[in-house]
């Protein structure tokens, strides 16, 4: 991994991007921490032109967005027009908009979701999937996510692994990236700690969990990985705080 390849996930201070202004000193501290590029999402209405704007003043690049599940799989020239706007060709389908209670239910999302990555293969952009647990729920042998990506062509869908999820599900994230081999331009750093109780896993900062992020982050470069983003859906109070303490790590055991 290199410097340039890592990014934060805007939706770990989407309390602190709701509108232009907002956004814009979010970033200068973004850019500070180090960091060189942002996936865009749980950001205010902010037009595209001024997102742009903003990022490339504080020498960042759009790495990624994420969009809307039902606009992905109902409407994706609204997305194509989108990523075309911010400059990016990768998005991810972010959580399943539907309920996945059957093999038939994955099907059926597959289905959808290849068609709609096929249309952007066309516009030159990139489709990802975005896993959480919940597709780690097995039917007929499979779980959900081996069926989204059985059933798709890896040309019209490919991977945003996200690792705390992955292993929360109880599978392994090493092994989900060797899966993905050339099917993974992104990946979410994400680390997996244990509550004060013993209960339950948490999200935490990278190298404050459980991990092991050479192993998985070699795995993940060896597939083809373009974009090592860190995001962090809950911290424990300064999320400005939370993305540095995982960037100093990354860049002191992880980056070449």
């Not at 975005?130 to 062509?153: M, P, Q, S």
């Not at 989900?176 to 948490?202: S, T």
């Not at 982050?217 to 090592?228: D, H, L, S, V, Y």
Request: proline share 4%; glycine share 10%.
């Amino acid at each position: 991994m290199k410097k340039s390849q890592v990014a934060a996930q805007c939706y770990t201070i989407r309390d602190f991007c709701k509108d232009a202004a907002t956004f814009a000193e979010s970033m200068k501290k973004v850019k500070a921490i180090g960091y060189a590029a942002v996936q865009i999402s749980g950001v205010g209405p902010i037009p595209e032109d001024e997102i742009v704007r903003i990022v490339k003043g504080e020498g960042l690049v759009i790495c990624a967005t994420h969009e809307n599940g039902k606009t992905i799989t109902e409407d994706i020239n609204k997305v194509i027009d989108r990523l075309g706007k911010l400059g990016t060709k990768f998005t991810a389908y972010p959580f399943p908009h539907l309920p996945l209670n059957s093999t038939a239910d994955a099907k059926g999302l597959a289905k959808s979701l290849d068609q709609a990555g096929a249309a952007m293969r066309a516009a030159g952009q990139v489709l990802t999937y975005h896993n959480h647990a919940g597709e780690f729920k097995k039917f007929d042998g499979r779980t959900i996510l081996d069926v989204i990506y059985d059933e798709t062509d890896p040309r019209n869908l490919q991977g945003e692994i996200d690792t705390y999820w992955v292993q929360a599900g109880g599978g392994d994230p090493v092994a989900w990236c060797q899966r993905l081999n050339h099917r993974l331009p992104l990946l979410h750093l994400k680390d997996y700690g244990v509550h004060d109780d013993g209960q339950g896993g948490k999200i935490c900062e990278i190298g404050n969990g459980n991990l092991d992020f050479k192993r998985i982050c070699a795995a993940a470069e060896q597939a083809g990985c373009e974009w090592f983003i860190v995001e962090q859906d809950t911290c424990p109070g300064d999320p400005f705080v939370s993305l540095k303490q995982s960037y100093d790590y990354i860049s002191v055991n992880l980056i070449k």
